[in-house]
Nanobody, 122 residues
């Protein structure tokens, strides 16, 4: 089992920045890809970003390209989501997830954090 804990969410004005962190514990000896998803109440959870184990591959949703960056520090067992130029439509609960595959498909992520709220005011 892999346990994931997110941090770094909060309230920010439009145009501002936040950096989310997700630290893994438990069965972390295996290589795994990491991803970020977000969900707004009443809507389906959507893919935001993903990164392969060795950071050789990164994936970003079209809606966040040019504004968000995903990175990871395997020594710290932590993945980051740097969010710049935030917009009110970025408001959501952001979830960290881990997968045994390099994937952006939600169903392939078997481990999930509890989520952290990001609110962007206009």
């Amino acid at each position: 089992q892999v346990q994931l804990v997110e941090s770094g969410g909060g309230l920010v004005q439009a145009g501002g920045s936040l950096r989310l962190s997700c630290t893994a514990s438990g069965r972390t000896s295996s290589n795994y890809a990491m991803g970020w998803f977000r969900q707004v109440p009443g809507k389906e959870r959507e893919f935001v970003a993903a990164i392969s184990w060795g950071s050789s591959s990164t994936y970003l949703a079209e809606s966040v390209k040019g504004r968000f960056t995903i990175s990871r520090d395997n020594a710290k067992k932590t993945v980051y989501l740097q969010m710049n130029s935030l917009k009110p439509e970025d408001t959501a609960v952001y979830y960290c997830a881990a997968s045994d595959f390099n994937t952006i498909v939600e169903r392939d992520f078997g481990y999930w954090g509890q989520g952290t709220q990001v609110t962007v005011s206009s």
